[in-house]
């Protein structure tokens, strides 16, 4: 089994940032990729940005292109997504999930590609 734990939401205004933190424990934590996905009240969860674990290579929505940036320590469990420019849209729940069967080159988009889900931090960016 592997525990996934979000944490750095909060409120922020409207052009502000916020760091999220994904931190991973339970077994031996060897993923092939990491989502960061979110989920605003009445709307399906999406996509946000992803990562190989391997490789590093990045997958960014093109609603947060070039204002979120995805990464990871290598030896460190934990995944970071900086988050900057933010706007009211970027309100919602953050969850991060691990896909840690099969490997992928690029990180998955879809959420049933991931096999282990955090509890989700909240970010509230008031305009």
């Known amino acids: 089994q592997v525990q996934l734990a979000e944490s750095g939401g909060g409120l922020v205004q409207a052009g502000g940032s916020l760091r999220l933190s994904c931190a991973a424990s339970g077994r031996t934590f060897s993923s092939s990729a990491v989502g960061w996905f979110r989920q605003a009240p009445g709307k399906d969860r999406e996509f946000v940005a992803g990562?190989?674990?391997?490789?590093?290579?990045?997958v960014y929505a093109d609603s947060v292109k070039g204002r979120f940036t995805i990464s990871r320590v290598s030896g460190r469990n934990s995944v970071y997504l900086q988050m900057n420019s933010l706007e009211a849209e970027d309100t919602a729940v953050y969850y991060c999930a691990a896909k840690i069967w099969g490997y992928t080159a690029t990180p998955p988009v879809m959420t049933y590609e991931y096999d282990y889900w955090g509890q989700g931090t909240q970010v509230t960016v008031s305009s």
């Open positions: 990562i190989n674990w391997s490789s590093h290579n990045t």
